[in-house]
T-cell receptor, first 111, second 112 residues
Framework: SQQGEEDPQALSIQEGENATMNCSYK?????LQWYRQNSGRGLVHLIL?????REKHSGRLRVTLDTSKKSSSLLITASRAADTASYFC???????????FGKGTRLSVIA | DAGVTQSPTHLIKTRGQQVTLRCSPK?????VSWYQQALGQGPQFIFQ???????QRGNFPDRFSGHQFPNYSSELNVNALLLGDSALYLC???????????FGSGTRLTVV
């Protein structure tokens, strides 16, 4: 079963705009991770945020985590056409436990 | 530094056949997990191997089995293939104590 639910399912924006994707989950977690997938190929790890963290940045990425609402958001600033991909959130209830993925958000960035 | 290597990249099998998929983890990683991703869905956890033993298993039937070798590489075996087994199979490696995973590019299995 899938724990995370990303919202929206699909997002289309113009190059240069910001893209925000949300993820909700059901149970307590140790950490939450965001991955990108291009054209049904392998997943690329973007960022990990632990349950005791509220916000993390990596380049143009900003992730927030609200454990009281069991939700997270991924913000991509100044989007580029190369950001076009599917984005998945994945949760782990303890350190090395398997990841539980949502269904993903399909992001299209139009040049 | 080689990442996670999966083989083959594509595979077509007939219903009822058996298939073996292979994965070499990233250098320095000792755990290997397998995921199944149906079209338009997120990856679903199949099982995880550490120290050559299956440590955790998802909600998959016994037709799905695996193995981890002393060099940490792993195989996923699926017996009695069904049409519904058609999917992208992803291998992810990690190391104990570190929580991020490195995924391979996957094997696209089509069952006809």
């Amino acid at each position: 079963s899938q724990q995370g639910e990303e919202d929206p399912q699909a997002l289309s924006i113009q190059e240069g705009e910001n893209a925000t994707m949300n993820c909700s989950y059901k149970t307590s977690i140790n950490n939450l991770q965001w991955y990108r997938q291009n054209s049904g190929r392998g997943l690329v790890h973007l960022i990990l945020i632990r349950s005791n963290e509220r916000e993390k940045h990596s380049g143009r990425l900003r992730v927030t985590l609200d454990t009281s609402k069991k939700s997270s958001s991924l913000l991509i600033t100044a989007s580029r056409a190369a950001d076009t991909a599917s984005y998945f959130c994945a949760t782990a209830y303890s350190g090395n436990t398997p990841l539980v993925f949502g269904k993903g958000t399909r992001l299209s960035v139009i040049a | 530094d080689a990442g996670v290597t999966q083989s083959p990249t594509h595979l077509i099998k007939t219903r009822g056949q058996q298939v073996t998929l292979r994965c070499s983890p990233k250098s320095g990683h000792d755990t290997v997990s397998w995921y199944q991703q149906a079209l338009g869905q997120g990856p679903q956890f199949i099982f995880q191997y550490y120290e050559e033993e299956e440590r955790q298993r998802g909600n998959f039937p016994d037709r799905f089995s695996g193995h981890q070798f002393p060099n940490y590489s792993s195989e996923l075996n699926v017996n009695a293939l069904l049409l519904g087994d058609s999917a992208l199979y992803l291998c992810a490696s990690g190391s104990t104590g570190n929580y991020g995973y490195t995924f391979g590019s996957g094997t696209r299995l089509t069952v006809v």
